[in-house]
């Protein structure tokens, strides 16, 4: 199971970014998904979630200015980024596991899944 990540890039305040992250290697229709962030100095942190009953999770500072969705027909992620601020700052990686009850409890809870891609760099500029 590979996720791959695309779509960072640099922007200023206030601009937007669409990532995604495709997966292969699993073939399955259950399933939690999320994309969490690590900015150097800091923990990793969950940003959003979603899973395959309709649940969907988002991290406090980014409810309002992120979006998750996922196309069940290309198996791809995608997270929605507008109005970026510089603290949003951060390698974003998207992550992936296999249906369990209780898989977003919280937004953080994306950052235990056990599949995870390489990442895509965020970098949000004043």
């Known amino acids: 199971v590979q996720p791959v990540e695309s779509g960072g890039g640099s922007v200023q305040t206030g601009g937007s970014l669409r990532l995604s992250c495709v997966v292969s290697g699993y073939p399955y229709s259950n399933y939690c998904m999320g994309w969490f962030r690590k900015a150097p100095g800091k923990e990793r942190e969950g940003v959003a979630g979603l899973d395959s009953k309709g649940n969907i999770v988002y991290e406090d500072s980014v409810k309002g200015r992120f979006s998750i969705s996922r196309d069940n027909a290309e198996n791809i992620l995608y997270l929605q980024m507008n109005d970026l601020k510089p603290e949003d700052t951060a390698m974003y990686y998207c992550?992936?596991?296999?249906?369990?009850?209780?898989?977003?409890?919280?937004?953080?809870?994306?950052?235990?899944?056990?599949?995870w891609g390489l990442g895509t760099q965020v970098t949000v500029s004043s």
């Open positions: 992550s992936l596991d296999a249906y369990y009850l209780g898989c977003l409890a919280t937004a953080d809870s994306v950052v235990s899944f056990g599949y």
